[in-house]
């Protein structure tokens, strides 16, 4: 059992974990680790398991989320190296996946991020009586002819909800991998972002992917005079759950299903004339 996971039943979730791996995963992670600590765990080649389908653990353990959002979450867990995954079933056609949890793989996750903060903590401390001195300066955005280059809020309101002051919280926060792009793009479309907008652009990026995040903000953005654009790209992505469009690559060939009709229509032969019609006024 890893140092970083509970084993009571309730989906307790360490805030650090969350902010390192991202919130969805560490919830993952917590309920795998529950089960794997369970008595209905198999032991195979030393290594315990458990067996689900996407729907079992969409119905009997995250019933809170989409079936779409829990698939993303535990292939992303995956993606990562936390969880392992294999087919011990008995049954040839039977394709239900078996998981495990690599925590020399978690726990490697967090001593590199706990390492990184400790290193950037202490470099501040030797600075700052040199930083005490200096004229309190304030970064503005850089706005160029082609792009505004942002970065992402030092204080966004998802890390204000944290009840005491996390630095690795934070500094995760920051980094997410693909927050600054996300920032960017909605500042190019709309401007700088409010509080509120701040806290969807945080809460959609770790539930559905910077990526996907982004093209939905660019979708949006095609449509001129939004007065709303927070709602249009919420509603964008509430389709995209809806619809189980789980990845980018999804997302394109739906939008090009989406556009074949329109094409068939404009390729059809103009209809033949009603010569009867012309006859008649002629």
Not at 3 to 16: A, Y
Not at 240 to 253: F, G, P
């Amino acid at each position: 059992m890893g140092k970083w996971l509970f084993d009571s039943h309730p989906i307790v979730v360490d805030r650090e974990l969350a902010a390192v791996f991202g919130l969805n995963e560490a919830i993952v992670l917590q309920q795998i680790n529950y089960w794997l600590n369970s008595k209905t765990a198999k032991t195979v080649n030393g290594r315990k398991w458990v067996y689900n389908s996407y729907n079992q653990w969409h119905d009997d353990n995250f019933p809170f989320w989409s079936l779409a959002t829990v698939r993303r979450a535990i292939d992303s867990c995956e993606k990562k190296g936390l969880i392992i995954t294999a087919n011990y079933n008995k049954a040839g056609f039977d394709k239900t996946k078996w998981y495990s949890i690599d925590y020399d793989a978690v726990d490697r996750g967090m001593s590199k991020r706990f390492a990184q903060n400790e290193q950037t903590y202490c470099s501040k401390r030797a600075s700052g009586a040199v930083q005490n001195e200096q004229t309190y300066t304030r970064d503005y955005t850089e706005i160029t002819s082609e792009t505004t280059t942002a970065s992402w809020p030092a204080h966004s309101a998802a890390e204000s909800v944290q009840p005491e002051s996390n630095p690795s919280s934070a500094a995760s926060l920051r980094n997410n991998e693909g927050m600054n792009e996300v920032f960017n793009s909605w500042t190019n479309a709309w401007g700088w972002p409010n509080g509120i907008i701040t806290t969807d652009l945080t809460e959609w990026v770790h539930k559905y992917g910077a990526d996907i995040v982004q093209h939905a903000i660019k979708q949006a953005a095609e449509t001129v005079g939004l007065k709303k654009p927070s709602k249009y790209v919420a509603s964008i992505l509430d389709r995209y759950d809806r619809e189980h469009l789980i990845t980018i690559e999804d997302i394109k060939a739906d939008e090009q299903r989406r556009k074949q009709p329109q094409q068939n229509r404009r390729k059809q032969p103009p209809a033949d004339p009603d010569w009867q019609l012309i006859d008649h006024f002629s």
